[in-house]
């Protein structure tokens, strides 16, 4: 359950308010280590051991990083198609399907536990960390320290993180050392806060700890049971894609604005493959790239994943990928651009292509960032396209040309 993505307005004027933080940030630096002691005495009024505080910030230190990461302005607005591509495409289905198969037992265990289905369990775990491959590695203590001592205006909130790591050391469920993640502190298998383990984490594998960063048994159990916390109702699914009726009003869309399925279906509304609707309790139409786009109808259970990172782009990624893990097709409808997105395999190809034309994008990983979308403006110039940045298809053929 990550909250890494929250960032500050960006109509905030840049220059002063980074030049503040940095300024904040130095004095925070250099009363690192008084802050540590303060720290220390707050945990200890907690329960934590002076052997576990001890142990958990032996060598830590004020991380510049950490801080850039937290203040970085929101310069590129992905296109929920690119993110869609970027995290369902046949590369991750297929590498769902194999973790499927090889913790099967587990899956299955917490399925019948906590009334989630093993698919939608599966698809967080691709969506956090692509199956366990990528976990973060960001020290979870030393990140959390720096922003609970630095003029973060959030604070008080990762000190009460830092606390809820510092007990999972003190309980002895995680290694200090295995206790890596984002910059903001979500770690595991299914990346949860520290204070969401706290309250939702299982010993799903029964050897007496929680451990979500090494156990895929407990990662899974405890997604599922934060998945049933959040009132998933087993034996009903997310939703499916649907086709609207001309001049369907937009207005009435959102997944908030839930109406008895009949409702919907009196204006027109019918599943993509044109077979009427059907669903247990209200529903809400979703139309996430604008009303020429695909849209979706939504259940409760779509809002239980929503709750995982309350962003809708987020939960319907995990939508999509449980219901290819079980066979169905993905997206029918097309999406409103005449540039199709890329899978990671091709923004690879991509990346490749740049840096054989002799341009420093890094190790070609599909994970695109600055370096790669600097790049692609080069190439957009050069070819007298629109310079944005984006990767698609356009800049791609015209690498391959």
């Not at 790049?375 to 990767?391: D, F, N, Y």
């Amino acid at each position: 359950m990550r909250r890494d993505s929250w960032q500050r307005s960006s109509r905030r004027p840049i220059l002063p308010w980074l030049a503040l933080a940095c300024l904040t940030a130095t004095g925070a630096r250099a009363d690192f280590q008084s802050c540590l002691a303060g720290l220390q005495q707050q945990a200890a009024a907690q329960g934590v051991s002076v052997q576990a505080f001890r142990s958990a910030t032996d060598g830590i230190s004020f991380d510049d990083k950490v801080i850039e990461l937290s203040q970085a302005q929101p310069e590129f607005k992905t296109p929920n198609w690119d993110y869609m591509a970027a995290l369902v495409d046949d590369e991750r289905v297929d590498d769902g399907k194999a973790a499927m198969r090889q913790y099967g037992q587990a899956l299955a265990q917490a399925e019948s536990r906590y009334g989630v289905d093993r698919f939608t369990i599966a698809a967080v775990w691709g969506v956090e960390s692509n199956f366990g491959k990528n976990l973060g590695k960001m020290p979870l203590v030393q990140s959390l320290a720096t922003l609970a001592c630095s003029g973060n205006r959030r604070r008080d909130f990762f000190r009460g993180e830092l606390m809820a790591t510092l007990k999972i050391i003190d309980r002895g469920d995680i290694e200090p050392g295995r206790l890596t993640g984002s910059w903001a502190g979500a770690f595991g298998q299914t990346q949860f806060m520290p204070t969401t383990y706290q309250r939702l984490a299982v010993d799903l594998d029964g050897d007496g700890r929680r451990d979500v960063v090494d156990s895929v048994p407990d990662a899974v159990g405890s997604t599922a049971n934060f998945l049933h916390v959040a009132k998933w109702s087993n034996g009903q699914g997310w939703g499916y894609e649907v086709k609207l009726p001309a001049g369907f009003n937009a207005g009435a869309a959102g997944r908030k604005n839930k109406k008895p399925v009949g409702h919907w279906a009196a204006l027109g509304v019918k599943r993509i493959d044109g077979r009427p609707l059907s669903a247990e309790g209200p529903v809400g139409i979703m139309i996430p790239a604008g009303i020429e786009g695909p849209a979706f109808l939504v259940t409760r259970n779509f809002d239980a994943i929503y709750s995982y990172n309350a962003a809708e782009s987020y939960g319907l990624a995990i939508a999509v990928l449980s219901d290819r893990l079980r066979g169905r097709p993905g997206i029918q409808a097309e999406w409103p651009t005449d540039d199709p997105p890329l899978s990671r395999a091709e923004r690879r190809d991509l990346q490749a292509r740049l840096t054989a034309r002799g341009y420093d994008v890094g190790e070609p990983d599909g994970k695109v960032g600055a370096k790669t979308r600097d790049a692609i403006k080069e190439i957009e110039r050069s070819l007298g396209m629109p310079q944005t940045g984006r990767p698609g298809a356009k800049v791609l053929e015209a690498l391959r040309r």
